[in-house]
Nanobody, 124 residues
Framework: QVQLVESGGGAVQAGGSLRLSCAAS????????MAWFRQVPGKEREFVAY????????YYTDSVKGRFTISRDNAKNTVYLQMNGLKPEDTAVYYC?????????????????WGQGTQVTVSS
């Protein structure tokens, strides 16, 4: 089992920044690829960013490229999402997820563990 706890969400104005953190406990964190997803009411959960177990590769959805950065610190069992240049359309509940597969996936059902989510609200 892996327990994931997100933090760092909040309310900001457009153009602002937030840094989300996801702290993991339980099984060896460094063996998992990690991702961030987001969801708004009435819509499916959407892939945002992905990082391999060692941080060697990252992937982003097109709408956040150049604005968001995913990173991880395996010594601290934590994955981060630095969000700059926030836009109102980034408003959502953000979830971190862990995947013990070696294959990159953008599909929520492929992920093994999820956090409870943290709300990000961007006002215009």
């Amino acid at each position: 089992q892996v327990q994931l706890v997100e933090s760092g969400g909040g309310a900001v104005q457009a153009g602002g920044s937030l840094r989300l953190s996801c702290a993991a406990s339980g099984r060896t964190f460094s063996s998992f690829a990690m991702a961030w997803f987001r969801q708004v009411p009435g819509k499916e959960r959407e892939f945002v960013a992905y990082i391999t177990w060692n941080g060697g590769r990252t992937y982003y959805t097109d709408s956040v490229k150049g604005r968001f950065t995913i990173s991880r610190d395996n010594a601290k069992n934590t994955v981060y999402l630095q969000m700059n240049g926030l836009k109102p359309e980034d408003t959502a509940v953000y979830y971190c997820a862990a995947d013990n597969s070696i294959y990159h996936s953008r599909t929520p059902r492929e992920y093994d563990y999820w956090g409870q989510g943290t709300q990000v609200t961007v006002s215009s």
